[in-house]
Nanobody, 128 residues
Framework: QVQLVESGGGLVQAGGSLRLSCAAS???????MGWFRQAPGKEREFVAA???????????YYADSVKGRFTISRDNAKNTMYLQMNSLKPEDTAVYYC???????????????????WGQGTQVTVSS
């Protein structure tokens, strides 16, 4: 049984930083992972994704809106994925979800469909 638990959300002023974590248990090895977010009244949107890797060489993908400000990473020994968020803006306010690919050996996706497992979400609020 796969479980994904996000943490690290909170309230921060514009320009500040937060680091989200996604602790995974179950069938998490050899699978790509991603972060998505959903703001009130909006659809869930892609934030970042990271591929699986056999040699710690990962492919990463970012939404244009966060490129250069957010960094996705993972520590397979700890079964944990991270999202370092810097230079936060009020428009980054949303519930952030981590997701795990349904298939093994995936390279990561900007679409939600390949991700069969989702966490419960963590709220990030950026004040102006």
């Amino acid at each position: 049984q796969v479980q994904l638990v996000e943490s690290g959300g909170g309230l921060v002023q514009a320009g500040g930083s937060l680091r989200l974590s996604c602790a995974a248990s179950g069938l998490t090895s050899r699978r790509s992972m991603g972060w998505f977010r959903q703001a009130p009244g909006k659809e869930r949107e892609f934030v970042a994704a990271i591929s699986w890797s056999a040699d710690n060489t990962y492919y990463t993908y970012y939404a244009d809106s966060v490129k250069g400000r957010f960094t996705i990473s993972r520590d397979n020994a700890k079964n944990t994925m991270y999202l370092q968020m810097n230079s936060l803006k009020p428009e980054d306010t949303a519930v952030y979800y981590c997701a795990l690919d349904s298939q093994i050996y995936g390279m990561g996706s900007r679409r939600p469909e390949p991700y069969g497992y989702w966490g419960q979400g963590t709220q990030v609020t950026v004040s102006s």
